[in-house]
């Protein structure tokens, strides 16, 4: 188990170091975090709880991006390519294999708030004018998995 715990975040520092680098990442690394990370919260719960979880997980997502897009188009009159990065949609379907749904939310909501935080702090640093989204939001689950496998946060992955 300690294996897959260290490739799922030597995945998310690769597409961290890619992202903020080059805002580019190798596609295959995020079905890799999809099935290590899945892997893990199946480990830690019911076979049930986990398919009811990762349908509702990608429903709540597929929510989110069907909104982008929709914001993308009506309000700034761009296609949503232009707003949101393919790895970001990526990382978005893939972390949906994470935890439980009400966990998932809470997890990525913050994950988006520590982004845009971070991105205005590192912003002046950065050649860049985008946000390495999918890179950020890989910190902050890696973040999140520490805490929980050094005791720090009690539960990741009941209710």
């Not at 993308?72 to 893939?94: A, H, P, Q, R, V």
């Not at 913050?110 to 640093?125: E, P, V």
């Not at 939001?137 to 890696?142: A, D, Q, R, V, Y």
Request: net charge positive; glycine share 4%; hydrophobic share 55%.
């Amino acid at each position: 188990m300690i294996i897959i715990k260290i490739i799922l975040l030597l995945l998310f520092a690769f597409i961290l170091y890619q992202d903020y680098k080059d805002r580019e990442v190798y596609w295959f690394l995020f079905p890799c975090v999809g099935i290590f990370a899945g892997y893990l919260f199946l480990s830690e719960t019911l076979t049930e709880l986990f398919y009811t979880s990762i349908i509702t997980n990608l429903v709540v997502t597929s929510l989110l991006i069907i909104i982008v897009m929709l914001y993308s188009k009506l309000k700034l009159k761009t296609e949503m390519i232009n707003t949101i990065g393919l790895g970001d949609l990526l990382m978005f379907f893939f972390l949906s294999f994470t935890f439980s749904t009400v966990s998932f939310m809470v997890i990525l909501v913050s994950s988006l708030l520590f982004s845009l935080l971070l991105h205005l702090s590192l912003k002046k640093r950065s050649k860049h004018n985008t946000v390495p989204l999918a890179g950020y939001m890989g910190l902050f689950f890696s973040l999140s998995y520490l805490a929980f496998w050094s005791g720090i946060i009690d539960s990741l992955y009941s209710i």
